[in-house]
């Protein structure tokens, strides 16, 4: 369950790669990838374990210009849906 003192890394299986061709972010994982829109990306790029879920929330939201609350609970669900697929987990 992602909370506010999670701190999300991607799991040893999943690598962030930029993709030249498509000029886009992927998420790559055994046998399988999902290209990811900038905002997604940018989810991703802070899920190193070092920053909790509010750290990435109030950077996300200074960064679109959007009200905390929005942007913790579409980052909340982002993160929840990748937890569920075994690609992103807390730190230890």
Do not use: W
């Not at 690598?15 to 886009?24: G, N, P, V, Y």
């Not at 374990?49 to 609350?69: C, F, M, N, T």
């Not at 929005?70 to 690609?87: K, N, P, S, W």
């Amino acid at each position: 369950m992602i909370s506010a003192t999670t701190r999300p890394r991607l799991a040893s299986k999943a690598r962030l790669r930029f993709d030249r061709k498509s000029t886009r972010y992927m998420l790559l994982y055994p046998e399988k990838g999902l290209e990811l829109n900038e905002t997604a990306a940018d989810i991703l790029k802070l899920c190193t374990g070092e920053h909790s879920l509010a750290e990435i929330v109030d950077q996300l939201s200074r960064k679109y210009g959007r009200d905390a609350p929005d942007v913790e609970r579409d980052v909340v669900a982002f993160l929840q849906t990748m937890a569920d697929r075994g690609l992103v987990q807390d730190a230890p």
